[in-house]
């Protein structure tokens, strides 16, 4: 077992905070009106795994047959190791996640560099299964283990001026997909601070009660369930707090094609292919079953709007796409 | 030259051939069943396809070429086999598209063949082939004479149209429709070349 790990298994006493426990119930009951879950909200369901920690099922979860692990672990965009779909997991032993620190900078009160075992040591870690839907039209169904973005985010208390969070992955290592000029790296991505800040937006450290695999975005990664899974960034090392509209990095590559909110969106097609329908990878890997898997719909927000609708709704989403 | 009644090495050569150009198509199938082709073979497939058909069409470019080079015709005596396996690797391309992709939802295949320039560049590709695929009987040719030739040439369009098709949907900044640019560019430019000296 890693030893960030161990720490990270040492469960903060602290009781919840107000705001966070109001936080929590709203989102129950938000996620009880939406109808997303069969789950019992509110008890810790704690496991032994191989993450080393209590893992507690909330209550997002969502219908239908989970993506298989393996299947989530070896078809994989991670273009520093490299462009095709099974090269990451080839490649994964490229990445060296230990020793590991995050840089937090930008408009905050507590900036500065902390090692991972800091980042991780306050947050009980739980599961959630959230949809994903790659902007190439492939869809995944992934149980994800780790904590809520907003309230890493909030430990650094950012000012006033903090209306867009940045990210970064590691750069510093050589590998083997960044010899490729493909992206201009280090590879970035960004939310607004409403979207950093809604409980929906989530920090992974594990999947599938396993400590998350390199190609899938070691030690540490977003998950934002409601927008095109290249939004969800991984192997963070950087989390700046900006003022201004940070840039994103296939924003910069194609700025016509891809948008800085990337919300899944059926009615916005990507200029060369039709965002409406998506294939769901969920079945087993392989045979010819899989040949005829019939896509589906895809619904606006990836099935999230009820939870962050409103945070476009006065947005033309044509235009901020 | 050697009539094709005669059992020469050229036909022995031609069996070698036959059966390294099936052998992709065997080798995707065999990698789809076995699962190796990964959880999305649908996109593996048409990936793969697609390839082969502008390796395909590259190929077929360079007999020309290597005829000059030889100074022999032998090369040509594969014109008809390798254009009919790029004919075969683009016309399995679109039907995985069509069939399996796009599960023959007609809607959605006009909206891309009207709204997207890399699929309308893909569309025209195969559109010229057919025409050239029906007409590369031997009887066919006889019958045509010297519009044969002409006719033929819009496999140079044809491989244009399949390489912008290409480079159109690659996403990011990958380099190997470029590589399929700079070859065919040089392909096309040896008989610009050729035509220019000549005058």
């Known amino acids: 077992m890693r030893d960030w790990m161990k720490m990270a298994g040492i469960r903060s006493s602290e009781i919840t905070d107000e705001t966070v426990f109001r936080q929590r119930r709203h989102l129950i009951q938000a996620a009880a009106a939406a109808g997303i879950t069969g789950a019992i909200a509110s008890e810790a369901h704690a496991k032994s795994n191989p993450l080393g920690m209590p893992v507690k099922k909330s209550d997002y979860t969502v219908d239908g047959e989970l993506t298989s692990e393996e299947t989530a672990t070896t078809y994989n965009n991670f273009y520093e190791l490299g462009t095709d779909k099974g090269d990451p997991v080839k490649n994964a032993k490229f990445l060296k996640t230990e020793p590991w620190s995050v840089t937090i900078d930008g408009e905050c009160d507590a900036p500065g560099t902390y090692t991972l ?15 994903l839907r790659c902007v190439e039209a492939w869809s995944m169904v992934i149980p994800w283990n780790g904590f809520a973005l907003g309230d890493l985010l909030k430990r650094f ?3 006033s001026n903090a209306k867009y969070v940045a990210f970064e992955t590691v750069s510093d290592q050589k590998l083997p997909g960044m010899r490729s000029r493909v992206l201009d790296w280090p590879y970035r991505e960004g939310l607004r601070i409403d979207e950093a800040m809604h409980p929906l937006a989530f920090m992974a450290i594990g999947m599938y009660g396993n400590v998350i695999p390199n190609q899938n975005g070691a030690p540490m990664r977003l998950v934002v369930p409601w927008k095109y899974g290249f939004k969800s960034i991984k192997s963070i090392v950087r989390i700046s707090f900006t003022d201004e509209l940070p840039a994103t990095s296939w924003n910069m590559s194609a700025p016509h094609e891809y948008g800085f909110f990337s919300n899944v969106n059926p009615e916005v097609s990507h200029p ?9 990878l969920t079945g087993s890997a392989g045979g010819l079953s899989a040949l005829f898997a019939s896509k589906t719909e895809t619904f606006y927000l990836n099935g999230y709007a009820d939870e962050v609708g409103s945070l476009y709704a006065d947005m033309d989403l044509k235009k901020f796409f | 030259m050697g009539s094709s009644a005669r059992w020469t090495w050229v036909s022995w050569l031609k069996i070698v051939v036959f059966l390294l150009l099936c052998a992709p198509a065997v080798a995707m199938v065999v990698a789809v069943v076995s699962g190796r082709a990964g959880p999305n073979p649908i996109e593996f497939l048409t990936h793969e396809t697609g390839e082969m058909g502008l390796r395909m069409l590259m190929l077929g470019l360079m007999l020309t070429p290597m005829r000059w080079w030889f100074k022999s015709t032998v090369p040509i005596r594969f014109r008809r086999m390798i254009g009919l396996f790029a004919f075969f690797y683009v016309i399995m391309h679109f039907a995985i598209y069509t069939v399996l992709d796009q599960q023959l939802d007609i809607a959605s295949i006009t909206e891309d063949l009207f709204k997207r320039t890399y699929i309308i560049a893909g569309f025209v590709s195969l559109v010229l082939l057919v025409p050239l695929a029906i007409t590369s009987t031997k009887a066919m040719m006889r019958r045509l004479g010297k519009r044969w030739l002409s006719l033929h040439k819009l496999v140079y369009v044809a491989s244009i149209a399949a390489v912008l098709h290409y480079i159109w949907l690659a996403k990011g900044d990958q380099i190997e429709p470029l590589v399929y640019a700079a070859i065919l560019a040089v392909l096309l430019g040896m008989r610009l070349w050729r035509k220019f000296r000549r005058g």
């Open chain 1, 272 to 280: 060369r292919w039709s965002q409406a329908k998506e294939r769901k």
């Open chain 1, 117 to 131: 075992e800091d980042i991780l040591k306050p947050h009980d870690i739980e599961e959630r299964v959230y949809r």
């Open chain 1, 157 to 159: 208390k950012p000012n």
